[in-house]
């Protein structure tokens, strides 16, 4: 399949949350500063989480058991903030962005939980000892505690598990 026809598969599917499954190839997030493996390593993660639902409805919620720990009464959820970049295909979990002239289209998700993360070097998977190298000059994660969606390139995901069906993306 290719990414055109994961589109065109992502535009038929039901937009209410729904689980998905999928392993993707990114450019890792470098901490700033001389890095001997930028531009030479690709990260593959496996991460599960959930297409469609709605951004607002899961901020309201997580604001609203933020209130309950607190034992607040009353409390105010702050506004949604417009997205900066491309532009959400109602109905779709798509985002149709366009950067230097270039289409891109993107999945548009919330992330439950990374399965696996290896990288890869010259094409091949590294070892434990480059890995360890690598990890040094990856910008630290943090667990968030508000919502965050994540978006992935269509092009850049290898295989997807959506619907019941496994799609491979080539």
């Excluded at 270039?102 to 010259?122: A, G, H, I, N």
């Amino acid at each position: 399949m290719t990414p055109d026809e994961l589109q065109s598969f992502l535009v038929t599917i039901d937009p209410t949350c729904q689980p998905v499954s999928f392993i993707a190839e990114t450019e890792p997030a470098w901490v700033s500063g001389p890095n001997p493996f930028k531009g030479r390593v690709l990260k593959l993660a496996e991460v599960n989480g959930m297409l469609g639902g709605d951004y607002g409805s899961c901020v309201a919620r997580a604001h609203l058991r933020d209130a309950i720990k607190l034992g607040l009464t009353e409390f105010e959820i702050p506004p949604i903030e417009a997205r900066k970049w491309g532009e959400r295909v109602h109905g779709t979990p798509l985002v149709h962005h366009f950067k230097k002239g270039t289409e891109y289209w993107y999945l548009d998700f919330l992330p439950l939980r990374v399965m696996q993360c290896r990288f890869k070097m010259s094409g091949y998977f590294v070892d434990g000892d480059i890995e360890k190298q690598i990890r040094r000059f990856l910008r630290p994660v943090v667990a968030p505690k508000k919502v965050i969606w994540r978006n992935y390139r269509l092009d850049h995901l290898h295989t997807m598990k959506a619907c019941g069906e496994v799609l491979v993306v080539s």
